[in-house]
């Protein structure tokens, strides 16, 4: 059985920095892509970013890529999401997901919220 745990979300002020944590277990960790998503309120579920297992990122956007850091932990099955300069509309419950080899997001976490206070 495959879980994935978010940790570290919380309450912070604009322009402040968090990191997110996403514990995996149940799955060959360092195979797979692991992404991160969020959903603010009142609003559609976003892709944030992805981390392949040779350690690629990709990002939403480079707005998001100027911010928000991917990394992961094979060792520690730990997928993090560093995320600087945060702005009240990065006030969202962050959520990190495992892809399938066919490329669908397949499981996921119960998600972290972060409040960013202006």
């Known amino acids: 059985q495959v879980v994935l745990e978010e940790s570290g979300g919380g309450l912070v002020q604009a322009g402040g920095s968090l990191r997110l944590s996403c514990a995996a277990s149940?799955?060959?960790?360092?195979?797979?892509?692991m992404g991160w998503f969020r959903r603010a309120p009142g609003k559609a579920r976003e892709f944030v970013g992805s981390i392949m297992w040779n350690d690629y990122t990709t990002y939403n956007s480079d707005s998001l890529k100027g911010r928000f850091t991917i990394s992961r932990d094979n060792a520690k099955k730990t997928v993090y999401l560093q995320m600087n300069n945060l702005k009240s509309e990065d006030t969202a419950v962050y959520y990190c997901?495992?892809?399938?080899?066919?490329?669908?997001?397949?499981?996921w976490g119960s998600g972290t919220p972060v409040t960013v206070s202006s």
């Open positions: 997901a495992a892809q399938s080899t066919g490329g669908t997001w397949v499981n």
């Open positions: 149940g799955l060959t960790f360092s195979s797979y892509t």
